[in-house]
């Protein structure tokens, strides 16, 4: 049985958690169907954009009832092996060069908002109930916050990730982990301007600027420099690059925007 179902249609990969009944919540089997997918659709070079969304009436729940109770009685180095799992989940989200869009509706809680945090953008209804419940239930929003932390705004998303209180989209736009807020029903209209922003930019430039994006903050002043210069370099001399260039001074669209 499958708990994540991918499509695709003109270039765009569609994954959605697929545990109505559960309301989406990971489990195991879950958590390493995700990490497989995205480890696969970074090697597709004919994509665009990948839609990351919820089959039902939420999102995401967090962790399922049935993993958390079998979690009662691992030990320290099944409860390290597990979080592993999770945060590789996390990672290859994050880690996947094609701009990834998240879909948020009804609620995300715990560690679903690890999701919302390594989406690039985040389109949510206004109606979503957002909470890193996690300290309700005496453990930490751990796995997570080193992707949360990349994302929001600190003095924003701390309190929230302190006291597990229930916030709206409208604080987690402000929070910094929402890009835009939509009226219930609207979340398509706004996902279709996304996407054909995306279908107007060099597909290699936003894999590559999202290399570079992740990078960053991990590299010294000196390697910055001699990353970014290269990186322009590459791409100016790039194939793509020449396209947009020369399309741009001769005034006619590039061979690889999609209207």
């Known amino acids: 049985m499958s708990f994540v179902v991918v499509t695709e249609m003109n270039q765009v990969a569609y994954v959605k958690l697929h545990r109505p009944e559960v309301r989406n919540s990971f489990n195991p089997e879950m958590i390493a169907e995700l990490t497989k997918i995205f480890t ?15 089959e039902g009436k939420v999102f995401c729940a967090g962790a399922d009832l049935n993993w958390m109770k079998e979690m009662v009685n691992f030990t320290f180095e099944q409860n390290r092996e597990d979080s592993l799992k999770l945060f590789g989940m996390f990672e290859a989200i994050a880690q996947c060069s094609l701009p990834v869009i998240g879909m948020i ?21 206004e109606n979503t109930q957002f909470c890193f419940s996690e300290v309700k239930l005496g453990i930490a929003p751990a796995v997570i916050s080193a992707f949360v932390n990349k994302k929001a705004v600190a003095g924003k ?36 301007k996304v996407l054909h922003g995306y279908m107007q930019c060099g597909p290699d430039a936003v894999r590559e600027t999202k290399k570079l994006l992740n990078d960053l903050d991990t590299l010294s002043w000196a390697d910055q420099r001699s990353r970014t210069t290269t990186v ?28």
């Open 157 to 192: 998303v701390r309190p929230l990730m302190l006291s597990g209180v229930v916030f709206n989209s409208h604080i987690a736009q402000q929070a910094g982990l929402v890009t835009e807020v939509v009226p219930v029903g609207e979340g398509h209209t706004a996902l279709q």
């Open 105 to 125: 509706h009804g609620a995300a809680f715990g560690g679903a908002l690890g999701l919302v945090a390594v989406c690039d953008e985040v389109i949510a209804e």
């Open 40 to 54: 696969d659709l970074e090697a597709r070079k004919d994509l665009r954009a990948v839609v990351l969304q919820g």
């Open 232 to 259: 322009i370099a590459e791409r100016r001399a790039s194939n793509e690059g020449q396209e947009g260039l020369k399309s741009f001074l001769e005034k006619r669209e590039p061979a690889w925007r999609l209207n």
